[in-house]
């Protein structure tokens, strides 16, 4: 048997139809398959390779930890110094109140986490999310995700869940005092770039002031760096209590994690005590790795080149097959007539050599999302190509 039947055989599937593609390379901007083919990545691992495939730094300081420790014991009993220097180095460049940083395995992990704080410390059961959000699936998270057709087969979930519709000031009246937490999206991703209103963030940020409850902003996607500023909440001038982080936190490495107050992190210690467990939290090579993608992202200064790349994007796709595109940054919609159009330019982009995708909740939306180092001549690679395949399949 080949690998790509090996794959079919013992590897869980998600789809009964997989890309299958047999990836053996992957650096900067592009992947290469088993027969040399070259590939543009132009979604970045939806959103995780924010400095590119296997960045030099990173992948040297994954190196140089391995070689001190790997894993030595569960989570929050050791002091390990890669944990302590990746959280005192992302609080750094946080608001004051976002100053305790829990590490998990993955963006999901880190909304259970926050929905197991905002309960414990608020005293409260309500958790508010929005139609069209998501933020993972497990099962909290898949509790609050934002679409009936995707968490109906897995009920029951969780109880005391309400979903409000995104970016809509009457949706606030539904916020009240027994409300623990609102979880929310920065900029919704997966229901294909949905940007909200500034004034509306800040009526949300109010809301929940008043009523007592936690703001929880999910950044999974939408953080470090993507959409022009290093976290997107600074655009609509508001913060968070709680911040949701995952995909590109880790350089490219599994990493997620949800920061808060340290008073309010400190209820997760008592009563009781270990309050939220992981074993692999925190990694410390995976630490390592973040922190040197966190400071690639910094230090070559890739965010304050973010929206011109955005405009040229804007600039070049044009075409009456092209219903509209939305974006933010380097988070970007294609919207196609339907999702049977949209499949085909993919396909046909994924022939070509460039890999891109749908949005879950938007299926009819094409994802560019790239590493954020593509340069003027990919951008202008990538938007020829998919207006190639606008004109051969429309």
Same mark, same amino acid.
């Given at each position: /048997?080949?690998?790509?039947?090996?794959?079919?055989?013992?590897?869980?599937?998600?789809?009964?139809? %997989?890309?299958?593609?047999?990836?053996?390379?992957?650096?900067?901007?592009?992947?290469?398959?088993?027969?040399?083919?070259?590939?543009?990545?132009?979604?970045?691992?939806?959103?995780?390779?924010?400095?590119?495939?296997?960045?030099?730094?990173?992948?040297?300081?994954?190196?140089?930890?391995?070689?001190?420790? /790997?894993?030595?014991?569960?989570?929050?009993?050791?002091?390990?110094?890669?944990?302590?220097?990746?959280?005192?180095?992302?609080?750094?460049?946080?608001?004051?109140?976002?100053?305790?940083?829990?590490?998990?395995? #993955?963006?999901? !992990?880190?909304?259970?986490?926050?929905?197991?704080?905002?309960?414990?410390?608020?005293? +409260?059961? !309500?958790?508010?999310?929005?139609?069209?959000?998501?933020?993972?699936?497990?099962?909290? @998270?898949?509790?609050?995700?934002?679409?009936?057709?995707?968490?109906?087969?897995?009920?029951?979930?969780? %109880?005391?869940?309400?979903?409000?519709?995104?970016?809509?000031?009457?949706?606030?009246? #539904?916020?009240?005092?027994?409300?623990?937490?609102?979880?929310? !999206?920065?900029?919704?991703?997966?229901?294909?770039?949905?940007?909200?209103? $500034?004034?509306?963030?800040?009526?949300?940020?109010?809301?929940?002031?008043?009523?007592?409850?936690?703001?929880?902003?999910?950044?999974?996607?939408?953080?470090?760096?993507?959409?022009?500023? &290093?976290?997107?909440?600074?655009?609509?001038?508001?913060?968070?209590?709680?911040?949701?982080?995952?995909? @590109?936190?880790?350089?490219?490495?599994?990493?997620?994690?949800?920061? @808060?107050?340290?008073?309010?992190?400190?209820?997760?210690?008592?009563?009781?005590?270990?309050?939220?467990?992981?074993?692999?939290?925190?990694?410390?090579?995976?630490?390592?790795?973040?922190?040197?993608?966190? +400071?690639?992202?910094?230090?070559?200064?890739?965010?304050?080149?973010?929206?011109?790349?955005?405009?040229?994007? &804007?600039?070049?796709?044009?075409?009456?097959?092209?219903?509209?595109?939305?974006?933010?940054?380097?988070?970007?919609?294609? =919207? /196609? !007539?339907?999702?049977?159009?949209?499949? $085909?330019?993919?396909?046909?982009?994924?022939? +070509?050599?460039?890999?891109?995708?749908?949005?879950?909740?938007? %299926?009819?939306?094409?994802?560019?999302?790239? %590493?954020?180092?593509?340069?003027? =001549? =990919?951008?202008?690679?990538?938007?020829? /190509?998919?207006?190639?395949?606008?004109?051969?399949?429309?």
């Amino acid at each position: /048997m080949n690998n790509r039947q090996l794959f079919l055989r013992h590897v869980a599937q998600l789809s009964d139809a %997989p890309l299958g593609l047999e990836i053996v390379k992957a650096s900067g901007m592009y992947m290469w398959d088993a027969d040399g083919k070259q590939i543009l990545d132009l979604i970045a691992g939806i959103s995780v390779c924010n400095v590119g495939h296997s960045h030099p730094a990173v992948v040297q300081a994954i190196k140089d930890q391995a070689e001190q420790y /790997m894993h030595l014991l569960v989570y929050g009993e050791l002091v390990q110094s890669p944990q302590v220097a990746f959280a005192t180095l992302l609080t750094q460049h946080l608001p004051a109140s976002l100053d305790c940083v829990y590490f998990t395995n #993955s963006g999901s !992990e880190a909304v259970e986490g926050a929905m197991k704080l905002a309960k414990r410390y608020t005293g +409260k059961t !309500e958790i508010i999310a929005f139609n069209n959000s998501y933020h993972g699936s497990t099962q909290g @998270a898949m509790s609050i995700m934002g679409d009936e057709g995707w968490r109906n087969a897995y009920r029951p979930l969780l %109880p005391d869940i309400q979903h409000l519709e995104y970016n809509s000031f009457e949706s606030l009246d #539904s916020i009240t005092s027994r409300t623990a937490c609102v979880v929310a !999206e920065t900029v919704q991703a997966e229901a294909g770039v949905r940007v909200p209103q $500034k004034e509306w963030l800040q009526a949300l940020r109010a809301k929940c002031t008043a009523t007592g409850t936690l703001l929880v902003l999910d950044e999974i996607q939408c953080g470090l760096g993507r959409n022009g500023t &290093l976290w997107a909440f600074e655009q609509f001038g508001i913060i968070p209590d709680i911040l949701l982080l995952g995909k @590109a936190l880790g350089g490219g490495m599994p990493m997620g994690a949800f920061i @808060a107050n340290r008073e309010m992190m400190w209820v997760l210690t008592n009563n009781p005590v270990l309050g939220h467990m992981t074993t692999f939290g925190g990694h410390p090579v995976i630490c390592a790795a973040g922190m040197a993608g966190f +400071k690639v992202l910094l230090e070559q200064d890739l965010i304050s080149s973010v929206k011109a790349k955005e405009q040229l994007f &804007l600039k070049y796709l044009q075409h009456p097959a092209i219903r509209a595109v939305r974006s933010l940054g380097l988070m970007i919609a294609v =919207e /196609m !007539e339907s999702f049977a159009v949209n499949k $085909k330019v993919i396909d046909y982009c994924i022939d +070509k050599g460039m890999l891109t995708d749908w949005f879950l909740f938007a %299926p009819e939306c094409l994802r560019i999302a790239p %590493p954020l180092i593509i340069n003027e =001549e =990919e951008i202008k690679q990538a938007c020829d /190509m998919i207006l190639e395949a606008a004109r051969t399949v429309a």
